[in-house]
């Protein structure tokens, strides 16, 4: 904004003589004039409302020493950039800052989000198409183990109850980035021996558990008639699965357990752990 120019009502410096009342004229413009200026200053440590004026690259200082600088591209044409009332106190999203975001909308036709980028349930993203959200299926979590040093043995007696089968092997522990259902899968061998001439009786009943929740048990094994010579063996692959609803975030277990209902003329029985008939372990998030 331009200083106003002093405007002197008349040529005083040809006009002579001087007397009182021109020398209050010239006082009464100097006056008026300096009002004007006064009028355009700004108080540093003041509070003050200013209208219509243009900032060249402002500066702007706040506690520290740094100062941020405001630049504008200059697209040729003018904008109204408007900063919505957010009710409440909140900041400005960066580009490439590392932030949360909440409750945001994202509409169709727009660059996939990658499922490990989503943060927990409660802060699920949302895609839509304006008019309907609907809630982004993510499988951010899979985990995979396997154990195959040596077979577990379960005993040749009857169990009272459910046990865990190894309780550090036969286990798989993962992290849970978001609430949801999560799908756990237990691959392995039962295997039951008897010695030469026994008929004998083998049945063991298998479930997961996280200690909170159980699942369904599966009875596996039967009876057979040893050899004279050689004994008996039975072998059976089993394929256990149950989905686990987890309510919150963090490290899970879910673990083998067996219980013996059956057991005649058992000389050996094992979940087999070789090279060639591993435990195999698996979770992965399937729904909300």
Known sequence: ??????????????????????????????????????????????????????????????????????????????????????????SIVYLAAAQTLTNKTITLNVTPVTANTIGAS????????GTTAQPLLRTDTYAESSYNSVNISIGTTNDGAFADVDATNAKITFTVNCTGRYLVNFLFAYQANAAAGAIFNSLTSFRLTDSSTNSNPIEVGHGVDSDAGSGAQIVYPVNLSHVFNFGSTGSKTVKLQKQNITSTNISSRAVTASA????????HRIAD
């Open 1 to 90: 904004m331009a200083i106003p120019t002093l405007a002197i009502p008349r040529n005083y410096a040809n006009d002579r003589p001087w007397n009182a009342a021109r020398v209050d004229e010239i006082v009464n413009a100097i006056e008026a004039w300096s009002g004007q200026v006064a009028a355009l200053a700004v108080d540093a440590g003041a509070t003050e409302t200013v209208t219509g004026w243009t900032l060249t690259n402002p500066l702007l200082s706040g506690a520290g020493v740094g100062l941020a600088t405001l630049q504008y591209a200059n697209s040729g044409n003018n904008r109204t950039i408007t900063f919505p009332d957010p009710g409440g106190n909140d």
């Open 122 to 129: 409660s802060n699920k993203l949302t895609v839509g198409d």
């Open 276 to 283: 060639d008939s591993s435990i195999t372990m698996r979770a």
